[in-house]
């Protein structure tokens, strides 16, 4: 029911929490690559820090589960929240043809058509894609961009 995955490769979609969760496991993740884009910390999954091959990390996450277990009320909404998550294979299929598309296009900065304004990060533009909203320059990421 537990899904462990420290590490430091920052893969850029991490297609291996999705599957966790849409399992109905819970994810105990290093805070790399898209992993803190997918998981809402406490809410569908866990973001562990530490580095990965550190013992106090490894042990911070087997404290954690433990202490799921122990409360099986919260395991639960937390199950329930992962395998619910939104972002089936269609839509990261749509997200990545969009950024494929932008990319091979010379990499235009878009229009600002909906008045998104400029990432907060780096001021760069927002490419609108089927999973949210990607920053063009830095590649900060929202799932909205509402306050």
Known sequence: ???LILQDL???????????MR????????????????????????????????????????QLILDLMSRPQYTAYTRRNAAAYPLDWSVIAQAWEGHWDWALSGKQPP?????????PSCGGSWLTLSDGFHCTECGRYARDLTP
């Open 10 to 20: 920052e893969e850029g979609f991490g297609m291996v929490v999705i599957e966790s």
């Open 111 to 119: 229009p600002d058509q909906f008045g998104l304004g400029t990432c």
């Open 1 to 3: 029911g537990y899904s």
């Open 23 to 62: 399992a109905g496991c819970i994810v105990l993740a290093s805070a790399v690559g898209a992993y803190p884009e997918l998981i809402r910390n406490g809410h569908n999954g866990f973001l562990v820090a530490g580095d990965h091959r550190e013992k106090i990390t490894r042990l911070d996450a087997s």
